[in-house]
C-alpha cells in the first residue's frame, strides 16, 4: 500500500507542473470529458481506492490522524460523485475546467505541495 501511495504522490506532483507549465492541456481534457459516464466512474474508482490506502497505511505514517482523515474524506468524495446524477457531475466539472489559466497555476503549486507532504508523511 505504502508504493501505492508512493505512486499517487509522484503522479500529484507530475500532474501539479503540467497545471504549472500548462494548464489549459489538462483542463481543456477535463472538460471535454466531463459528460463522460466512464470519466465520473473512475473520478469515483480514483478515489475510493485512494480513500482505502490511505486509511491502511495511516497508522504506520507519520501523521496518523491526518492520513486518515484524508483517507476518509476521499471515501467520502467517492460516495458523494457515486450518487451524484451524470448531469450534475458534468456541470460541477465543467466549472472546474472553465477556471483562470492562473488558477490553475497556483493549483498547480499546492498539488505539487500537497504530492510532497504526501510523500514525506508515508515514506
Known amino acids: 500500500m505504502t508504493t501505492l501511495i508512493a505512486y499517487m ?27 463522460s459516464s466512464g470519466f465520473k466512474w473512475f473520478a469515483v474508482g ?34 458523494f460523485l457515486a450518487v451524484m446524477p451524470k448531469e450534475s457531475f458534468a456541470v460541477f466539472i465543467s466549472r472546474m475546467a472553465v477556471m483562470n489559466s492562473l488558477l490553475g497555476r497556483i493549483g498547480g503549486v499546492a498539488t505539487i505541495l500537497a504530492g510532497a507532504f504526501i510523500a514525506y508523511a508515508v515514506l
Open 46 to 79: 480514483i478515489r475510493a481506492v485512494i480513500g482505502v490506502a490511505f486509511i491502511l497505511v495511516a497508522g504506520a505514517s507519520k501523521f496518523p490522524t491526518l492520513i486518515a482523515v484524508i483517507g476518509g474524506l476521499a471515501l467520502a468524495g467517492a460516495l
Open 9 to 35: 504522490a509522484a503522479a500529484l506532483a507530475t500532474a501539479g507542473l503540467i497545471l504549472i507549465a500548462q494548464p489549459s492541456a489538462i483542463l481543456q481534457y477535463i472538460q471535454v470529458q466531463s459528460g
